[in-house]
């Protein structure tokens, strides 16, 4: 198993572009979240979804959307990008609780995006 | 909504020896988890301990062990015979329990704690 997966490792954006972090999972986990990482600061939650088609708000959402159509993937799109999104990019996955290790998220290995 | 504060920005411990990261929280919650979590240098979020809070016996991997006060609603993780790998950014975080909150299996992260092993 691959786990979860991000890409882009790295992105440089222009202020005003747009673009999609791509993030995957081959552990069929119905849970999946979008955490940012600012510098020296813990992660907040922006996007997050309980299964395909299902998606909800986090703690800082705004400037971000997100679409589930697949188990799978939990694409990130930021639209008009700003310096405030500057930021380290990690999903996570979580299986449902039927698995022994439904309370533990898995995360990939992060996006690190800075806009100029 | 949950609050995670850790109060020790960085801290640093001879090669060898015993070091205690301190976490407290803020909960209306009676059933939750506790989580610690390393971030090295690589980046890469990797779970070092989880705590039940409806267990009363304090959780213990290998060298890490916690102290869960529920009442008091601490949360601390020591470290035993530190090694240089266990330098890294160490995360508290709070999750309610998903069983009887649906939909609500969301982490919240305290700040971090920067651990630096001397040689």
């Known amino acids: 198993n691959a786990g979860v997966t991000q890409t882009p490792k790295f992105r440089i954006l222009k202020i005003g572009q747009s673009m999609t972090l791509q993030c995957a999972q081959d552990?069929?986990?119905?849970?999946m979240y979008w955490y940012r990482q600012d510098p020296g600061m813990g992660l907040k939650l922006i996007y997050y979804?309980?299964?395909?088609?299902?998606?909800d708000k986090g703690e800082v959402p705004n400037g971000y959307n997100v679409s589930r159509s697949t188990t799978e993937d939990f694409p990130l799109r930021l639209e008009l990008a700003a310096p405030s999104q500057t930021s380290v990019y990690f999903c996570?996955?979580?299986?449902?609780?039927?698995?022994?290790?439904?309370?533990?998220?898995?995360f990939g290995p992060g996006t690190r995006l800075t806009v100029l | 909504a949950q609050t995670v504060t850790q109060s020790q920005p960085e801290m640093s411990v001879q090669e060898a020896e015993t070091v205690t990261l301190s976490c407290t929280y803020d909960?209306?919650?009676?059933?939750?988890?506790l989580f610690w979590y390393k971030q090295p240098p690589s980046r890469q979020m990797i779970l070092v301990i989880r705590?039940?809070?409806?267990?009363?016996q304090n959780a213990t991997e290998n060298r890490f062990s916690v102290n869960f006060q529920k009442a008091a609603k601490s949360f601390s993780l020591k470290i035993s015979d530190s090694q240089l790998g266990d330098t890294a950014m160490y995360f508290c975080a709070f999750m309610k329990h998903g069983l009887t909150n649906f939909g609500n299996e969301k982490l919240t992260f305290g700040t971090g704690t920067r651990l630096t092993i001397i040689p």
């Open positions: 909960t209306s919650e009676n059933n939750y988890y």
């Open positions: 996570a996955s979580k299986g449902g609780a039927l698995l022994m290790s439904y309370n533990e998220q898995f």
């Open positions: 552990m069929n986990h119905n849970y």
């Open positions: 705590q039940e809070a409806y267990k009363q």
């Open positions: 979804s309980v299964g395909a088609g299902i998606t």
